[in-house]
T-cell receptor, first 117, second 114 residues
């Protein structure tokens, strides 16, 4: 069975600090996708990034960066110079691919990030 | 792109009543997913459509839950004889049929069963 673990339930940082959100996954598939979504207080899940299992290059997008390490089954997310607008719940997710070809997402429980001004 | 829309955004009902939620996917997306999210948890997959075909429904929580996508466009999720445990956020997502299958989510329908 596929599983995603986000061990940090809540994190608080002061504005401008860097913060890393951890994600560890379990899967028997050799081909899979990993995702990060942001859920602000309004409730809508916002897609941030997708990474496939064959691409271990780290990615940077503005203040966001992602570190994918297959050896440790981790896909961590770092926000540099955090801002109040970064306050949200962040979810890591793993795609499933049953025989029908459906990419069902398995989500972690999320990490609530609070950025204090 | 117009995003995924869901209606209603909030629904309050009494135990035992039936409720129906609607989801309109992004127009060029042929895959549509329903998830449920309870407080403090990540979304949990319920069912999936490719065009009008419901290809996965084993994760629907009970036979009180059903979903349709009759013309391959919008979808409805119905819960019959609601119970207090059905109170949750119901999320819809859509995606293109490609290798990456990135799912884009709607704002959700928050159901409260009294």
């Amino acid at each position: 069975a596929q599983k995603v673990t986000q061990a940090q339930t809540e994190i608080s940082v002061v504005e401008k600090e860097d913060v890393t959100l951890d994600c560890v996954y379990e899967t028997r598939d050799t081909t899979y996708y990993l995702f990060w979504y942001k859920q602000p207080p309004s409730g809508e899940l916002v897609f941030l990034i997708r990474r496939n299992s064959f691409d271990e290059q780290n990615e940077i997008s503005g203040r966001y960066s992602w570190n994918f390490q297959k050896s440790t089954s981790s896909f961590n997310f770092t926000i540099t110079a955090s801002q109040v607008v970064d306050s949200a719940v962040y979810f890591c997710a793993l795609s499933e691919k049953p025989g029908a070809g459906s990419y069902q997402l398995t989500f972690g429980k999320g990490t609530k990030l609070s950025v204090i001004p | 792109d117009t995003g995924v829309s869901q209606d209603p955004r909030h629904k309050i009902t009494k135990r035992g009543q039936n409720v129906t939620f609607r989801c309109d996917p992004i127009s060029e997306h042929n895959r549509l997913y329903w998830y449920r999210q309870t407080l403090g948890q990540g979304p949990e997959f319920l069912t999936y459509f490719q065009n009008e075909a419901q290809l996965e429904k084993s994760r629907l929580l009970s036979d009180r839950f059903s979903a349709e996508r009759p013309k391959g466009s919008f979808s409805t999720l119905e819960i019959q004889r609601t119970e207090q445990g059905d109170s949750a956020m119901y999320l819809c997502a859509s995606s293109r049929e490609d290798l990456t299958d990135t799912q884009y989510f709607g704002p959700g329908t928050r159901l409260t069963v009294l």
